[in-house]
């Protein structure tokens, strides 16, 4: 046993030193979206290349996979340190699976796609950036070969960012958003609409600021570990559980824009706070999945800050801190009015419903580029009749259409699931916290969520990686991932504030 | 030459990549001093810790000082790149001669003497710390030994902080900072004093902190390659020369206290953004020593921040800022209250003048501790008697005595002296300036610094280590560093506000 615990010990400073070095990065990145002067771009983007090189040198060393093979075959590893010796030669061995001049023209790939994305954005002209996305979907393919998978190749890229998800799994769930949220909307779309204008007024920026930190504090989130800053896009980041950053934008004609970015960053805040700060640098030590990532942010945002619930509490804050603009305008009004559904072009903006719309197009795309069935000429034209055809608007150009997203420029195929799977989670977690939390309502409406957080971590947080995103649904609510508890929670929500 | 230039081209990588892990060290040691939130301390200690060792063994790899060694050898390289090989050259074998063992040791010395130092303030008991400090001097002697020096040990300490300063070099000017100093500020003493009770009434937070960036605007700094924030400890930290940040403090109740901190960091700043970008990560584009960095600083903050001419151009500014405390103050009297000389107690809050026989009391003490005239246990004592006779000061305690600095607790010994250099050799350079700056005094008057930076930016930064010290200030001003040039400005400025 002294033998394997001195080995054990030895990988997990290994592992911290790495984590020490991402974790640097990450410093550094969030200091170039707050902070950084102008012109200190140029050395900072040399400084986080040789940090990130660095961090790659050390993960791949030949020394680190000898210690992990050694420690994978010992018997006496209690669970947490088992799985960790496991997911993280897991991790080892997919790196390896990378030849570098495969690293090589990959990166070489991303930079030409990105740039000729960017200058298609400018002429709004999408056959620009075509070729370039077509060398990228070249390589992506080869991406999967060198990875492997079973059944279909999108598979093995979905599996980076949502560990276990497949083909299979999301053609059923993307299925039941066709069939059962598309005849969910064009119903709503029938309905007498609901107003939103209250929310355009003018809301002085510091008392916004002042509103979305105490809502911070509200949801849990510990400013002693922790703080927001300013930046153009709203994100979160961490530098252990200990240090858990988050930033958020404000606008003052919009008071939606900052608000509902606090509670989402806070959100995923107060995942990568309850990571359990013993496992740092170690696989448990870290989130389980993009998409459990995203159910954290999303139950927040969604499904307690649209909530009426929630707004019983804030909304009488909310009114004394802007009496001009809301104290002619009841709750329910302002209850409405956070939750309009409107289809719309872009999928940033668009409500928590046809949001799912949106992602559903993309995932049906990438897995027709993956598969070979849809050309990359042909893109464009596509997007636009899916766009007509499950939100019944028109695009009137590419950079509203099918230019709007970073993700495919940057090589990223199978992240977009994620976004949905995270609402469909977040519904899932939030039925079985219903049955397992005492008093969830009335706490919601009183303002206090420590109930709620407090299952959150025990039941979500504090395990880390050491389930699946799978094993976790199952452990956590009895059942895999089913699409029905989200669309449970939209007929009975938009039912009662569409009235149908 | 296209093999040396190969080579060249590598030892630079090389060098960048050992900078950019210290640059990015300096963000997490920057974030640590002004954002960081309370919790985070703890993890990022040890990521400071896994940065640094990898700059440590980044810059002792053999494979760095095989190259050194070959292009050492190369007769085909010009002036510059052939300085820095030499220098890293030099840097490097300078590396090789601490033995594991030894840093090891001294490593855990620096530790134990930190934490003795503390413990004796807190108890207010030199004597606590006495037992540390004889260790942490014995092993100054061991690393004495290890470096190598002629004439004295203290040679050898010296070299670290001020290349090229020797024993000989010091005890000529810090005799003459005791027989001519010393008599000037007795002359001092029996004139009439000036009041500087104008600086401590209330300057309210936002006005002085508007005041002192404006401050920084003025000098030269540029605000789109650096930025001011709040500290414990004002500081300057450099993450390339286009990114040198600043850090100040406020106290509504003294204005000087923001104030000069601004103008200091501002000229350690100025330096930082003139050194060439270009030599990035080489030692041509680090600053030339401690001494000539604490020149920039002191000349800006003493030379010109505390001269009348400054302020004939600023002091209408502070007036219509602060109308209430200021509008019946005249130029002179707030001039001669920000010029106040008083003997005192503790370093960090002396007046120009008392501050270096604060610095040549140290020195005498670092010189006769290494050479083994002076018994750590008798130390206490000399300190207060060397207080007595050189500043007419009775020391009341060791708190307010020898415990008042961190640096031998560091076992930064060496250090002390380059504080006063920089006041001597910015003397020495604003006497150049006059004769070489055509219209210097009329563009102080009216608050442009243009033609000084400009000269300093030539003579000065733009070198980086390419000069010595000596040889900078030999090429600067024609003359070796010499005591008179301070000595002779002192006598002017203080004979004409103590009137004698």
């Known amino acids: 046993m002294s033998n394997t615990q001195a080995l054990y010990d030895d990988f997990k400073a290994k592992m911290q030193?790495?984590?020490?070095?991402?974790?640097a990065t990450a410093v550094l990145g969030w200091d170039q979206e707050t902070y950084l002067p102008e012109k200190g771009a140029g050395f900072r983007g040399q400084q986080i290349t040789t940090l990130s090189s660095i961090a790659h040198e050390l993960s791949t060393e030949k020394a680190l996979g000898d210690l992990l093979r050694e420690l994978h075959q010992r018997h006496d590893l209690d669970a947490v340190p088992k799985r960790n010796v496991d997911l993280a030669l897991e991790d080892y061995?997919?790196?390896?699976?990378?030849?570098?001049?495969?690293?090589?023209?990959?990166?070489?790939?991303?930079?030409a796609s990105y740039h000729a994305w960017i200058k298609a954005r400018k002429a709004?002209?999408?056959q620009l950036f075509a070729p370039e996305l077509a060398n990228m979907i070249s390589l992506k393919k080869q991406e999967a070969d060198l990875l492997g998978y079973t059944g279909h190749p999108y598979n093995a890229l979905l599996d980076e960012y949502e560990k276990g998800a497949t083909v299979a799994m999301l053609d059923t769930i993307f299925g039941e958003v066709k069939t059962a949220l598309t005849p969910l909307l064009q119903q709503i779309a029938g309905r007498p609409q609901v107003d939103k204008s209250v929310l355009f007024k003018t809301y002085p920026r510091d008392k916004q600021w002042a509103f979305g930190m105490d809502l911070l504090a509200a949801m849990g989130?510990?400013?002693?570990?922790g703080r927001q800053d300013l930046s153009e896009h709203p994100f979160t980041t961490s530098f252990s559980p200990e240090d858990v950053r988050v930033t958020t934008r404000v606008d003052e004609n919009d008071f939606g824009?900052?608000?509902?970015s606090c509670i989402h960053e806070g959100g995923h805040a107060l995942y990568e706070q309850g990571l359990p700060a013993s496992q740092y640098g170690l696989p448990c030590g870290e989130a389980a999945s993009l998409g459990i990532h995203e159910s954290q942010s999303r139950l927040w945002e969604n499904n307690i800050g649209r909530s009426q619930a929630f707004w019983e509490h804030h909304y009488p804050l909310l009114q004394a801190l802007f009496p001009e603009n809301l104290q002619d305008v009841p709750l329910t009004a302002f209850y409405h009015a956070i939750n309009q559904v409107q289809p719309s072009l872009v999928r940033t903006e668009a409500d928590e419903l046809t949001y799912h719309s949106h992602v559903m197009i993309r995932y049906e795309i990438e897995k027709a580029l993956l598969e070979g069935s849809l050309d990359t000429k042909d893109l464009s034209a596509v997007w636009n009749q899916h766009?007509?055809?499950f939100l019944g608007v028109k695009v009137p150009d590419d950079v509203q259409g099918v230019l709007q997203d970073i993700h495919w420029s940057h090589g990223s195929f199978?992240?977009?699931?994620?976004?949905s799977l995270g609402s469909f989670y977040a519904a899932q977690f939030m039925a079985a916290a219903q049955q397992q939390v005492?008093?969830?309502?009335?706490?919601?409406r009183a303002g206090n969520y420590t109930g709620l957080l407090q299952w959150l971590r025990r039941e979500i947080h504090a395990h880390g990686r050491f389930y699946t995103s799978n094993e976790l649904c199952k452990k956590v609510t009895g059942a895999e991932l089913q699409f029905s508890y989200f669309l449970d929670y939209a007929k009975a929500k938009y039912g009662e504030i569409y009235k149908f």
Chains 1, 2 share one sequence.
């Open 17 to 23: 030193k790495i984590t020490d070095v991402r974790m």
């Open 93 to 111: 061995e997919k790196h390896l699976k990378y030849p570098a001049p495969f690293v090589a023209a990959l990166s070489q790939a991303t930079n």
């Open 124 to 126: 709004n002209d999408y």
């Open 221 to 225: 989130y510990d400013l002693e570990a």
């Open 257 to 260: 824009n900052m608000t509902w």
């Open 387 to 389: 766009y007509q055809q």
């Open 414 to 419: 199978g992240y977009f699931p994620t976004y």
């Open 438 to 444: 005492p008093g969830l309502d009335a706490g919601i």
